[in-house]
């Protein structure tokens, strides 16, 4: 029995070895013989308390797991379990499972498994964008059509990672008027989203959409009300009909011009046997934007391929370029243990867009607190792999965010032929800032403007990204040259 191979090892419960094992080894093609090609699952059994406390926190131990596509579910079992901690090692609340012993995890286990592999069907998009779903309730709409129209949009929320710094959402509903349901500012995170979702009610009357568009128009337009600049928008619309009359269909056509001006990704599903498919076509910028479900019990089934379209739009092109990008990142004490994990997935993210290699893209990485440190030069990086490597390796230092001594030791060391950066004229040369936004005061300090100085006059293009809940706008600005980076 393979069972008996197992050890009980006692002593501590040192949870965050077994996840970074887990990472490093087991799903590993090499040492653990992991499938490249197929979805990968691990469930994380244990009385939630870590003991004693790790080197690496839980969530960032499990965050490396989730960041290559695998699903975690956390499984605490008995009295004592911790769910903060059960919490950290999963991407979403309703991965984590407590029961109050074995007997009772084996009456669930047929469940958790079933769920888990609903799961495996489909394909997270990594890719943020601001979505807004338009949802038709018009009264030849039953109430349980309608109820499975909000079961699509909540499984569209998780594929799409709804929070903060992921996708946005909102919702638009209609009949004969339209109305915001849930604004794009209004909730920045999964389950806040769900919730409101299951609150949604029905307008009924005449199917008049127009009306619909045109105010989700203007909610991914309204940069006061949660809409983002730069990030890419997609409006979805579930239908079940036609227009009520030619003269409706005629302004909806109006609208959805207008939003592919706008550079506005419009998705259409049209649901039989009422929706008319031809007439989609016509609002949508191809054939392929447009889905159809052979009924409402069927709507489901749009999901893979209307995510996979989506994604493919919304993610960014790889950038064939020649470049020398250099990231320099916050590891002060301002910046906290949880945001620092999210800078450091953030970079590696950004990076994937680029072709690491001697030929194309060369990287470097530097991270500053009281004072600036160069953790990799140009070209000694040579591929995604050891890239991300490096990013999993950098400390996280604390103390004072002397924003200035990073800018200017990239300016003197980094983006200089000794820091192995190319002089010649067809790389481009840029610099990716990530901050909390606020310099910390300092007797030497400079004013940030006169910092960036000597990368700016260099030709290095410097993008300022701020984190966090106290940016201070002012300084992000003062750090590039166009105001709008």
């Not at 960014?316 to 470049?323: D, F, Q, R, S």
């Amino acid at each position: 029995d393979d069972n008996k191979l197992l050890e009980h090892g006692r002593t501590k419960t040192r949870i965050d070895l077994g996840l970074q094992k887990a990472h490093t080894d087991l799903f590993s093609p090499y040492y653990g013989g992991a499938r490249p090609d197929v979805k990968k699952l691990a469930f994380i059994l244990t009385d939630g308390q870590q003991n004693p406390k790790g080197d690496i926190p839980l969530k960032e131990a499990a965050g490396k797991l989730i960041n290559d596509d695998i699903k975690t579910i956390s499984i605490g079992i008995g009295q004592e379990v911790d769910e903060d901690e059960l919490r950290a090692m999963v991407q979403y609340d309703e991965d984590v499972i407590t029961v109050a012993n074995f007997d009772e995890l084996v009456d669930k286990i047929q469940n958790i498994t079933q769920v888990a592999c609903e799961e495996t069907k489909f394909t997270k998009c990594r890719y943020p964008a601001d979505i807004a779903f338009v949802l038709d309730s018009s009264t030849s709409v039953a109430y349980e059509d309608f109820e499975k129209m909000k079961g699509f949009v909540k499984t569209m929320a998780k594929l799409f990672r709804i929070f903060q710094h992921g996708s946005h959402g909102a919702v638009i509903v209609y009949g004969d008027s339209a109305r915001v349901a849930i604004r794009m500012d209004e909730h920045f995170n999964y389950r806040g989203f769900i919730d409101a979702v299951d609150g949604l009610g029905r307008v009924g009357g005449r199917r008049r959409s127009f009306q619909a568009m045109a105010l989700a128009e203007n909610v991914l337009s309204n940069y006061e009300q949660g809409a983002r600049r730069k990030v890419p928008k997609v409006l979805l619309m579930l239908t079940g009909g036609p227009e009520s009359s030619s003269n409706d269909y005629n302004t909806l056509q109006d609208v959805t011009k207008r939003l592919h001006d706008r550079h506005t990704l419009v998705l259409a599903v049209g649901i039989l046997p009422d929706a008319d498919i031809n007439k989609l076509q016509n609002l949508v910028q191809s054939s392929v934007n447009v889905f159809v479900a052979q009924s409402f019990q069927e709507l489901s089934d749009q999901l893979v391929p209307l995510t996979n379209e989506t994604c493919k739009n919304v993610g960014p092109g790889n950038c064939e370029a020649k470049v020398d990008i250099a990231f320099i990142l916050d590891s002060s004490g301002s910046i906290t243990e949880h945001e620092f994990i999210e800078a450091k997935n953030f970079v590696k993210r950004v990076a994937k867009t680029f072709e690491i290699s001697p030929e194309k893209s060369h990287t470097a990485l530097m991270i500053y607190s009281d004072e600036a440190r160069i953790m990799s030069k140009f070209g000694e990086i040579g591929s995604a792999e050891d890239f991300n490597s490096k990013v999993d390796d950098l400390p996280h230092m604390r103390g004072k965010t002397r924003i200035d001594l990073a800018l200017l030791k990239a300016g003197k060391e980094l983006f200089t032929w000794a820091g192995g950066m190319r002089t010649r004229s067809d790389v481009i040369k840029a610099a990716i800032v990530i901050t909390d936004g606020r310099q910390s005061p300092a007797p030497d300090g400079i004013r940030l403007d006169e910092a960036a100085a000597g990368l700016i006059v260099q030709g290095v293009k410097v993008l300022s990204i701020g984190i966090g809940d106290k940016i201070d706008q002012e300084e992000l600005r003062m750090m590039v040259q166009d105001p709008e980076i």
